[in-house]
């Protein structure tokens, strides 16, 4: 039986007819890849955009947040695994079309909504979907923001660019050793974050766990790659809760999150200390 490969992301995933690739939202049917995730919101919520965390773009204004089910890594702390591992069968959706979303997204403009922010599973495997929202968000005045993992190929990625006006890119570690357990790998999140870098707003989230990510040198690695990007990129540094098959580790100490902020500072601009 002949095999489709998937494009959208690195793993180029190889399936035969009614296949689901990794991601758990792309799957081979009648002769290509279709997105099956397309328009199926598991949640909706109109947020504080530094929740997303977003702290300078827009700071105190709202943005309707949206999901669905599905992601291309296995990250063993994640903190919406409810979802986003949930089978397609399984997991609790609605069908929500792209005029209906910016539809909902205008009449949350009296409430200090600014736009869309693409985000809980993985924006990236469902591009179709975000491009065809972000589409109608920009004729009707509306930002659009991705909050991604960036583990996807360049060709989805620069469709969208003409769309987006800001990204939060959550850039795991800078060892492809942790990324590997993770189920991706470095430099396809680093050419994300360049592409990006040079189209919209980027902020950057790295959450620490202890004894994973936690090494002043690997900070500093991070911190001195992302600066020869650009000095002027915010980087959070967040504070690991247990969670999904991490539950058993111990959270992040404070100190630590501070001590590597401090690191960090010394190529970036601006370094936040996030969930403390």
């Not at 279709?34 to 977003?54: A, H, M, R, W």
């Not at 999901?67 to 990250?75: Q, T, V, Y």
């Not at 986003?84 to 997204?105: C, G, T, W, Y």
């Not at 109608?136 to 987006?164: D, F, H, M, Q, T």
């Amino acid at each position: 039986m002949k095999k489709i490969v998937c494009t959208t992301c690195p793993h180029h995933c190889s399936l035969e007819e009614g296949q689901t690739g990794l991601c758990g939202a792309r799957r081979a049917q009648n002769g290509k890849i279709v997105c099956i995730n397309y328009g199926k919101v598991t949640s909706l919520s109109l947020d504080p955009i530094e929740k997303k965390p977003f702290k300078r773009f827009f700071p105190g204004s709202k943005i309707l947040s949206v999901g669905s089910f599905g992601c291309n890594l296995s990250c063993p702390f994640c903190q919406n695994y409810k979802i986003v591992k949930a089978p397609h069968d399984r997991v609790v959706s609605a069908f929500v079309s792209p005029k209906e979303l910016i539809e909902q997204a205008v009449k949350l403009l009296p409430e200090g909504n600014i736009g869309l922010a693409y985000v809980y599973n993985e924006p990236l495997i469902g591009w179709e979907y975000v491009l065809d929202c972000a589409k109608l968000a920009k004729e009707r005045g509306l930002v659009n923001v991705i909050v991604s993992n960036g583990y996807c190929n360049p060709a989805p990625l620069v469709s969208l660019l003409p769309y987006i006006d800001a990204a939060n890119i959550d850039l795991k570690c800078f060892s492809n050793t942790y990324y590997k357990k993770l189920g991706g790998s470095l430099e396809p999140v680093k050419n994300t974050i360049k592409t990006l870098y040079k189209q919209c707003h980027v902020e950057v989230t790295t959450l620490i766990i202890p004894d994973e990510n936690d090494s002043d040198q690997e900070t500093e690695e991070l911190s001195e790659w992302l600066a020869s990007v650009g000095r002027d990129i915010p980087l959070h540094i967040s504070k690991f809760y247990p969670r999904y098959h991490y539950v058993g580790r111990t959270p992040t100490p404070v100190s630590t999150v501070y001590r590597l902020a401090g690191i960090a500072r010394k190529y970036l601009d601006t370094v936040y200390e996030g969930n403390c």
